[in-house]
């Protein structure tokens, strides 16, 4: 069964940074599409960032130019959200998600089937 386990967050000031991780395991597949999304209660789940099976990036407009998305290796073991420039309405709980398969980069929480439990992120001005 597929994983994933979130860790980085905290709090920290505006301006500042912060890299979020996501150890998978349990892949069954070789390929997946990776994502990261961010929600504030009574809110809907937002995509932040997300990654294809080939590699290809894509980012909200809200993050573009502050957050990158990237994975330490082929397996898809391990995956980072480095935020910089953080702001105050960057703060809600993060999540990372995956979906096994050849599949293009998506920010739609319906793209995804599993998803880690998050990790709270509070940017104060």
């Known amino acids: 069964q597929v994983q994933l386990v979130e860790s980085g967050g905290g709090s920290v000031q505006a301006g500042g940074s912060l890299r979020l991780s996501c150890a998978a395991s349990?892949?069954?597949?070789?390929?997946?599409?990776m994502g990261w999304f961010r929600q504030v209660p009574g809110n809907e789940r937002e995509g932040v960032a997300a990654?294809?099976?080939?590699?290809?990036?894509?980012y909200a407009d809200s993050v573009k130019g502050r957050f990158t998305i990237s994975k330490a290796d082929a397996w898809n073991s391990l995956l980072w959200l480095e935020m910089n420039s953080l702001k105050p309405e960057d703060t809600a709980t993060y999540y990372c998600?995956?979906?096994?398969?050849?599949?293009?980069?998506?920010?739609?929480?319906?793209?995804?089937?599993?998803w880690g439990q998050g990790t709270q992120v509070t940017v104060s001005s």
């Open positions: 998600a995956a979906k096994g398969g050849q599949m293009r980069s998506s920010l739609t929480p319906g793209a995804y089937a599993t």
């Open positions: 349990g892949f069954k597949y070789v390929t997946y599409r």
């Open positions: 990654l294809s099976s080939d590699g290809t990036t894509i």
